[in-house]
């Protein structure tokens, strides 16, 4: 599956963004999809991810109860980002995988990142 993330942009300390990935087909109900975020020179790291079957999600918790993933259509993810921090600044990755993990390697399709651009 193709993935195409959308809605980075600068957002000031505080501010609210929303995060689209739009896959190229339906989302199979066997799929975990998941954000992840690369600030620069650091690691890809994970942020929350969704299981398509159940809607069931798990947030990383330096964004739980700030940032929220949802199911938007069938085939269309999306994530909520309110009280950004300069910290969440980074490029903001869109992953398809089938397995209920934070692990990056997990996940066998990416979308083309989105910069998300915090300042304080």
């Known amino acids: 599956v193709q993935l195409q993330a959308s809605g980075g942009g600068l957002v000031q300390a505080g501010g609210s963004l929303r995060l689209s990935c739009v896959a190229s087909?339906?989302?199979?109900?066997?799929?975990?999809m998941a954000w992840f975020r690369q600030a620069p020179g650091k690691e890809r790291e994970f942020v929350a991810r969704?299981?398509?079957?159940?809607?069931?999600t798990w947030s990383a918790d330096s964004v739980k109860g700030r940032f929220t993933i949802s199911k938007d259509s069938y085939n269309t993810v999306s994530l909520q980002m309110n009280s950004l921090k300069p910290e969440d600044t980074a490029v903001y990755y869109c992953?398809?995988?089938?397995?209920?993990?934070?692990?990056?390697?997990?996940?066998?399709?990416w979308g083309q990142g989105t910069l998300v651009t915090v300042s304080s």
């Open positions: 992953g398809a995988g089938t397995q209920w993990s934070g692990d990056r390697r997990d996940y066998s399709s």
């Open positions: 087909r339906r989302i199979y109900s066997s799929t975990v």
């Open positions: 969704i299981r398509w079957s159940t809607g069931s």
